[in-house]
């Protein structure tokens, strides 16, 4: 992850003035214009069809109602379950909804989602829902699985969701976003929510498929896939790929413009040049092999960074972070009776971090005395689980689990390259956790069903223990139409980094986990097969927050600190025509205070919109996608605004130009946005921009 340095330069911040709100509100007017445009062109057709589908739906039997095709989730419950009879709310987005949309990474993903929201410091991707996005949190509340392995490191608790660590998304069959506090069921981290990421089965590969695309900034990727069910039962799946890309070629920061900032590390009129590129390569494999799966991949990221952060020199190129990552799941899968089900896996991680920061120790005035940081930092983990579902009277399910994971290596160095200093760090720990589950799903009438589970969680090394329950009331009064009255509680441990980093953090308490309790209440109604509108309203009270704090001396440590409230409601709208026309629409109205002062939360915006229509141009071979995101206005960490904004892509795909191969050119941030996310503590800027107006063309041949 980002340098964890203990030596800061002095902070001198020059606060953005928040703009000229005519500006942003002038953009969202464009968008907003380019998509009424957009779907007045389907509207004739969609509203006959929209007519066409009530009167059919008005003349449905009870029978045919219930048969209402409803999607199945894996990840709410760790086994398959319709969505209504899940105990939280789900989104699913499929491989079909990816390639269409042209999503390139798992960050683009959730950007479309309700309710969720990503930040970019142009060195690592975060993750925001309900409002909730911390400074300096490596995505450590939000647990990312990949074919249910978490991959969350030892370390920061990292959860990966742009180019770092993470597979090729041409390789995702579906991801399933499951909100609300998951502890009851995973552990430590999954305090918002869990990310599961699904990788396509063998099948549905069939061959080999490779795909190349380019791109603004001098981006290309190259990807081999391949897939093939043997003759003996024995699947196969292979799939490489690599990125490579030189990002904006000049980035202006004017806190770094030494014609308006007094910053001593200011120069070059504030632009740094050539100091975005990022590269990164991907190997997956799978086996199936009767009621085994064996699975396994490896990912190298490098990365430039460009804003100087950490007191780093502005514009020298020194600025670097590499991750490496490998995992290995062995899983073993057995039904034992009509109504038993066997599931027991042995999983392997390693965890590979290294930035090298530049800092220059002269004084003001006086020739440049630059030495090189190096930050790094490796684990290794081994581990086990084991579950149990028994299916009872066909009417109810029970899962008993256990999971063992022992950090064999948790080790956390940093030293100037030739430079002994007061700031060097040498932190080398191990640690073992040890959780029980159990969950039941009751039927108790017809319409009314019972979920509930809770989860001992035993951190050996450290603070011991800690019980979790989730429970779940779930009333269908129709075939169409759920109700799911919530409640959970879910914690976070502190990670290795936030134990052992800071050479003053032993002087300080002992830190306990992060605690959260929510209240939920979903409500979802399906008309027909086609279209599906929810409702959800939630309160949450977040206690004890680790959050970064600072000494005179300038020393980081972290504290359990910062409590927090938040409420909000989310909507979300879907269907799909008969013609394949397909239309989400999300809304969220959030807030989210800090129960002490008050004061609304840093990179928390009130109001989150998204649009996302999938239109088939001509037949099935030529598809249009749209897509319309809004987020409001957020603070920064020193109290200062972010404008909102809204951003508008498209991408469209022709299927079949020859057999077998599929073309697609994607446009994001058609109509050139200006925006930016808030900055951390390491960086002196305020706010950091993105990037505007970019292509894509992407070609893939199946063989």
């Known amino acids: 992850m980002v340098t964890k340095t203990q030596r800061r330069p002095s902070r001198q911040i020059l606060k953005r003035g928040r703009s000229n709100a005519a500006r942003w509100q002038g953009a969202l007017r464009r968008n907003v214009l380019f998509t009424g445009i957009f779907l007045a062109s389907i509207i004739d057709a969609a509203a006959a069809h929209a007519v066409d589908d009530l009167d059919a739906l008005t003349e449905l039997s009870m029978e045919q109602l219930l048969d209402l095709r409803i999607d199945d989730v894996y990840s709410a419950s760790k086994y398959h379950q319709k969505v209504t009879r899940a105990p939280s709310s789900v989104t699913i987005v499929t491989a079909e909804q990816i390639a269409k949309s042209g999503y390139r990474s798992l960050a683009d993903i959730l950007r479309s989602v309700g309710g969720y929201y990503v930040s970019d410091d142009r060195n690592y991707s975060y993750v925001g829902t309900r409002g909730l996005l911390r400074p300096g949190d490596y995505n450590s509340r ?32 579906r991801v399933e976003i499951i909100r609300g506090p998951s502890s009851s069921i995973y552990g430590s981290s999954a305090f918002f929510g869990v990310v599961n990421v699904i990788t396509r089965h063998t099948s549905t590969l069939n061959g080999t498929e490779a795909s190349v695309e380019a791109g603004s900034f001098h981006t290309q990727q190259q990807a081999l896939r391949y897939g093939k069910v043997f003759d003996n039962g024995v699947g196969l799946t292979l ?35 050539d100091s975005d590129d990022e590269d990164v390569q991907n190997l997956y494999a799978k086996v199936r092999a009767g009621n085994w799966t064996i699975s396994g991949f490896s990912s190298s990221r490098d990365k430039l960074v460009p804003t100087a952060s950490y007191g780093a020199p502005f514009n020298q190129r020194g600025e670097n972070t590499e991750d490496r ?29 290294r930035g090298d920061y530049p800092f ?25 689980e084991i579950q149990l579902k028994r299916r009872f009277l066909d009417r109810h399910t029970v899962l008993v689990g256990a999971e063992y994971r022992n950090n064999i290596t948790q080790d956390q160095l940093f030293s100037y390259v030739d430079r002994p200093s007061e700031t060097d760090t040498d932190e080398r720990h191990t640690s073992e956790t040890l959780g029980l589950y159990a969950q039941a799903e009751v039927t108790l009438t017809e319409q009314l069903l019972l979920n509930a589970g809770v989860r001992y969680d035993d951190y050996m090394d450290s603070f011991g223990s800690t019980v979790n329950p989730r429970f779940g009331l779930i009333f269908n009064p129709s075939s169409q139409t759920t109700i799911k009255l919530l409640y959970g509680e879910a914690f976070r441990a502190p990670s290795a980094y936030e134990r052992f980093y800071s050479s003053t953090q032993s002087q300080r308490e002992p830190l306990q986990p992060e605690t959260i309790e929510t209240y939920e ?40 600190r910062d409590r927090a409230n938040a409420q909000g409601i989310e909507l979300e709208a879907d269907g799909k025509y008969d013609n394949g026309i397909e239309l989400r629409i999300s809304f969220a109205q959030q807030k989210t205070r800090d129960a002490q002062s008050g004061q609304e939360l840093s990179s928390s915006p009130r109001q989150l919109a998204k649009l996302n229509l999938l239109l088939p141009v001509y037949r099935d071979k030529l598809t249009a996608a749209l897509e319309l995101q809004y987020q409001g206005s957020v603070r920064t960490i020193t109290g200062a605004g972010v404008d909102g904004f809204a951003i508008s892509n498209l991408n469209i795909v022709r299927q079949n130009v020859i057999p077998g191969l599929d073309l697609s050119l994607g446009i994001q941030n058609i109509f050139d946005q200006t925006y930016a996310y808030p900055g951390a ?18 070609a893939i041949y199946r063989f």
Do not use: C, W
């Not at 120790?361 to 086990?384: L, M, N, Q, R, Y």
């Not at 305020?686 to 292509?695: K, M």
């Open 142 to 173: 939000t647990l990312v699985l990949i074919d249910g392995h978490r991959m969350n490191d030892a370390v920061y608790d990292g959860g990966y969701i742009a180019r770092e660590a993470m597979v090729d998304v041409d390789l995702i069959e």
């Open 239 to 273: 799939s490489a790929s690599n990125y490579a890309s030189a990002g904006q070629s000049r980035l202006y920061y004017p806190e770094f413009d030494q014609r308006i900032s007094d910053e001593p590390r200011a120069g070059n009129n504030g632009y740094a040049e």
């Open 325 to 353: 990552r490998v995992a290995l799941n062995i899983q073993y899968d057995r039904t034992l009776g009509a109504n038993l089900d066997l599931s027991a896996r042995v999983f392997y991680d390693e965890f590979s971090y």
């Open 360 to 384: 220059d120790f002269a004084a003001p005035g006086e020739p440049a005395d630059v030495a090189i940081g190096k930050d790094v930092a490796h684990s290794e983990s081994v581990g086990t």
């Open 521 to 560: 209440l979903v409500a979802a109604h399906y008309f027909d097969q086609r279209y599906r509108l929810q409702l959800s309203a939630y309160r949450y009270r977040a206690k004890g927050l680790i959050t970064q704090a600072g000494d005179e001396d300038g020393n980081i440590f972290f504290v359990n």
């Open 681 to 698: 503590e390491e960086h002196l800027q305020d706010a950091i921009s993105q990037d505007g107006r970019s292509f894509r063309i992407k």
